[in-house]
């Protein structure tokens, strides 16, 4: 745009200096002299006419989910701040939050127990309510191949958990307990994957969304049946006692990578206009201590909409995550946003430090941002909900799309 209208001043130059039109040559050099100003060159460079503004639904630490309307008020200012697209959490805690036949075969319960989700499909209310106002619904698969270590699917199915060289299973996450199922398992594998399929036969959803947690920690895979597998494709060795050996990491990596081939083939057989997101940490830790290798994922056209997390209070090591290779790399193919913390249960982020985040963001032309998560966003917070909002408000002054590489997204 900026090289257009440079071109259309010089036209007028030559132009209008031939025909002695004085007025007319102040006139464009006025214009070329504001064109080329700094802070109006910097706003052009930065205007896009997509971008994605999300925001990551949860059923952890909100009730946003929980009750019907509750939901249709919070998508409804969602819209009117000029959002996009929500990213809602449909598999959680060891089990799904809409009514799955799926799970119920496996788990004995179609959905979670939690009172405000029964005689509702919630999935179902937030796809057609967000439909209705303009906004995307990409389901967010957040447990991956967790569980709670006391869930119904771990008792249930207790060969499908994986463990340590020393057979502990337990990871910490927090205060929490958790148990992670053998994403090499078949079982596992059918498992997960009927779960995704479900929705993507059954509703109206704009894509899926995964993310670590479609890996696995480094420290587990020495299960009985992921260390035969080993030994079968290594003449029969045993997998290194050190869990962050780099060739053991890189098998377990790229089973993880042919398995999400699996799932995006699946997924694409049934609806082509599905998109596949994932939402990891930078790619550095994703795949040190989550094997989840995104960098190769995008490589082979896995990705269609990435959101790399960088919960980070410190601006020198954000901005040093936005530079890095691979980040730039996946940006000259697919659409690239960053996830942005606003917030905890436990932890207050100013909305100080979300605007300048964001501006660092718009400044290197990221694809947008995603909140991480509603309830921070002006709930659980120290400054007023009038102002959080009133300042979210000016983060998105207009409406703009949601950048879909399906619809012709170029970068």
Not at 193 to 206: A, F, M, T
Not at 226 to 238: D, F
Not at 397 to 410: H, S
Request: charged share 25%; with cysteine.
């Amino acid at each position: 745009m900026k090289s257009q209208l440079i071109g259309w001043c010089a036209g007028l130059y030559r132009d209008y200096y031939r025909r002695g039109w004085f007025t007319s040559l102040v006139a464009a050099t006025m214009v070329l002299v504001i064109l080329l100003s700094s802070p109006l060159q910097a706003q052009m460079s930065a205007m896009q006419t997509s971008e994605l503004r999300g925001v990551w639904l949860t059923n952890i630490d909100s009730n946003v989910l929980f009750e019907r309307q509750r939901l249709q008020t919070a998508l409804q200012k969602l819209k009117d701040l000029h959002f996009n697209v929500v990213y809602p959490t449909v598999w959680n805690w060891g089990w799904t939050l809409y009514p799955s036949p799926v799970a119920e075969k496996v788990i004995g319960r179609s959905l979670d127990p939690e009172p405000g989700l029964q005689k509702r499909d919630m999935l179902k209310e937030i796809v057609q309510g967000g439909h209705s106002r303009g906004l995307k619904v990409i389901p967010w698969f957040e447990f991956g191949f967790m569980a709670p270590a006391d869930s119904q699917l771990a008792k249930r199915r207790p060969e499908w958990v994986t463990s340590r060289q020393d057979g502990s299973k337990i990871w910490k996450e927090g205060i929490h307990e958790r148990v992670w199922l053998s994403p090499f398992r078949p079982d596992v594998q059918q498992f997960t994957l009927d779960l995704i399929l479900e929705i993507v036969k059954n509703y109206d959803v704009d894509g899926i969304q995964f993310d670590d947690h479609f890996g696995l920690p480094s420290e587990l895979g020495y299960d009985a049946y992921t260390v035969n597998l080993y030994k079968k494709e290594h003449k029969g060795k045993l997998p290194p006692a050190n869990p962050k050996d780099a060739e053991w990491v890189k098998w377990r990596a790229d089973k993880i990578t042919s398995y999400l081939k699996r799932v995006f083939t699946a997924i694409k057989a049934v609806r082509k206009n599905c998109i596949v997101s994932v939402a990891p940490n930078p790619q550095r830790f994703s795949y040190e201590f989550f094997l989840a290798d995104w960098q190769k994922w995008e490589r082979m056209g896995l990705i269609e909409d990435l959101i790399i997390q960088i919960y980070r209070d410190d601006l020198k090591v954000f901005n040093k995550e936005l530079e890095y290779p691979e980040v730039k790399a996946a940006k000259k193919h697919i659409p690239v946003s960053i996830g942005i913390l606003s917030g905890l249960k436990g932890k207050f982020v100013p909305m100080s430090q979300i605007e300048t985040q964001v501006k660092q963001v718009r400044d290197r032309r990221f694809a947008g941002v995603s909140y991480f998560f509603y309830e921070t966003l002006w709930n659980l917070t120290k400054e007023p909900v009038s102002q959080r909002q009133s300042r979210f408000q000016k983060l998105f002054p207009k409406p703009t799309k949601y950048p879909n590489i399906l619809a012709g997204w170029k970068p």
